[in-house]
Structures are given as C-alpha cells and as structure tokens.
Nanobody
C-alpha cells in the first residue's frame, strides 16, 4: 500500500511562485510514473505534469497550459516529487493532487494524495 502526502499549497498573487511537494511511502515499485493533477471548481480533473521513473522510460510531460511556467522533478532517494510553479495565473487556482501509477507483473496500481489547495488571487 502506498501513501502520498502533498504540501506547499497556499495563496499567492498573480505572477508569483509556489513549490509543491509530494512524499510517497509504502511499497513503491521501481516502474512507476508520478504526477500532478488539478481540479478547479466545476471542472474535471486534469493532468498538469507527469514524470516517470528511470525504469519506466519515457519523458516528463506537461499540460500545454503550464509549459514554460511549471517544472516537475523527483528525488528518488526520498521518494518525493516536486512541482515548481512560476508565473502563476488566476486560472491555475485549483486543488492539486499528487498521483502515482505503478506496474508490476502486468498489474497496474494507482494511488492519489489528499490534495492541496492553490489559490492565485490579488
């Protein structure tokens, strides 16, 4: 069983920056993709950024709306993934969720964090 705990959300003015962290604990398989998703009021949850483990292959992916402003990274030794958000806009306001997808022996597993609120307002 895997647990994800996010931190770093809050209120920031337009143009400001925030850094989210997500610490994973439990049985984490080597083939995994960690990511950030967000859900604004009245909207569906959407992918923000994903970053695969080395064994998973692939590359980091971003939603078009955040390319050039957000950057995700991971510290495998700490089982932690980060989301650096720069030049924030009011439309970035949402609950941000950490996610991990793992694959082992042909079976996929998925876990979500509890979410952290990000509010961009003057």
């Amino acid at each position: 069983q895997v647990q994800l705990v996010e931190s770093g959300g809050g209120l920031v003015q337009p143009g400001g920056s925030l850094r989210l962290s997500c610490a994973a604990s439990g049985s984490i398989f080597n083939r995994n993709v960690m990511g950030w998703y967000r859900q604004a009021p009245g909207k569906e949850r959407e992918m923000v950024a994903t970053i695969p483990s080395i064994l998973s292959g692939g590359s980091t992916d971003y939603a078009d709306s955040v390319k050039g402003r957000f950057a995700t990274s991971r510290d495998n030794a700490k089982n932690t993934v980060y989301l650096q958000m720069n030049r924030l806009k009011p439309e970035d306001t949402a609950v941000y969720y950490c996610n991990i997808k793992m694959l082992r022996f042909g079976t996929s597993y998925e876990t979500w964090g509890q979410g952290t609120q990000v509010t961009v307002a003057s």
